[in-house]
């Protein structure tokens, strides 16, 4: 048997099916190919997937929450492309007078000048800052903090606790 040569056995074992391997030609991973697959999709932007998913990166935070990426519209194969940015009504004007540095950014972050405007719409955006709000702990009644340090073992502990909750009185 060649050295390329792998043996598979059928479910019986009764005999191996030959099976020849070429050389480089071994398992890759599945994410290696998700970028050929989704060049096949008509309409896919690639470009527009990036933008999307680290917006709040080349953006910042603070601009981040009034408006987001819709689409590139580019006019001919080879000039740089308008950004469509959907922008809440009242921070439209904002927006308007920082277009030179989102530009900027953007241009930086893709390594070259792939936006030369941008194209504001107003419309919806949804609250970005309700689905990452923090959940907010209730402080523990003083009442209740005696009750469970009888399950703390280590003394030390104890006795620093039980002075802490004293003071809360």
Known sequence: MDQNEIEIYSADDSEPYPVV???????KPASSLVPQLLQQIPGFDA???????????????????????????QSRKDDPCILQLRVMGA???????????????????????????????????????AATAKPV?????????????????????????AKLAASLD
């Open 91 to 129: 921070a439209a004007l904002e927006i308007q007078h920082q277009q030179p540095q989102i530009i900027e950014r953007i241009n930086s972050y893709f390594g070259h000048r792939l936006i030369h405007g941008l194209r504001l719409v107003q419309g919806y955006m949804p609250n970005k800052t």
């Open 137 to 161: 702990m209730r402080p523990a009644k003083p009442s209740e903090i005696p009750a469970n340090l009888n399950e703390i073992e280590q003394p030390e502990l104890r006795e620093s606790l």
């Open 47 to 73: 470009r527009l997937a990036q933008l999307l998913t680290q917006w709040g990166n080349i953006i910042g935070a603070p601009l981040n929450q009034f408006c987001a990426p819709d689409k590139i519209i």
């Open 21 to 27: 391997r070429r050389p480089g030609s071994y398992l």
